[in-house]
């Protein structure tokens, strides 16, 4: 079993930032892609960035150039840096990990966090 705990969601005005963390825990919770998705009311979940199978981070086209996932290896903490953010970027946000990264892509993960609303409103 995998827990994954998401935090730093918030209300921001168009232009802001937030950082978004995710701690994952579990006997084999490191040996896991892992991955962030978001879900706006009345749509279907997707994907907004994610760790390819070489490590190197994959983006949806609406966050390219504004986000930044990253990790931190020692303390089993994934992050999203939201920068540049926009009323379409409203939704909840959700921290995953699946074992495979084509599970990550076709929004089949085997772990799911609680998720963090993110709101981004003038």
């Known amino acids: 079993q995998v827990q994954l705990v998401e935090s730093g969601g918030g209300s921001v005005q168009p232009g802001g930032s937030l950082r978004l963390s995710c701690a994952a825990s579990g006997a084999t919770a490191s040996n896991y892609y892992m991955g962030w998705f978001r879900q706006a009311s009345g749509k279907e979940r997707e994907g907004v960035a994610i760790?390819?199978?070489?490590?190197?981070?994959s983006y949806a086209d609406s966050v390219k150039g504004r986000f930044t996932i990253s990790r931190d290896a020692a303390k089993n903490t994934l992050y999203l840096q939201m920068d540049s953010l926009k009323p379409e970027d409203t939704a909840m946000y959700y921290c995953a990990a699946a074992s495979a990264v084509w599970k990550l892509v076709q929004v089949e993960c085997d772990y799911w966090g609680q998720g963090t609303q993110v709101t981004v409103s003038s």
């Open positions: 760790f390819e199978n070489d490590g190197s981070p």
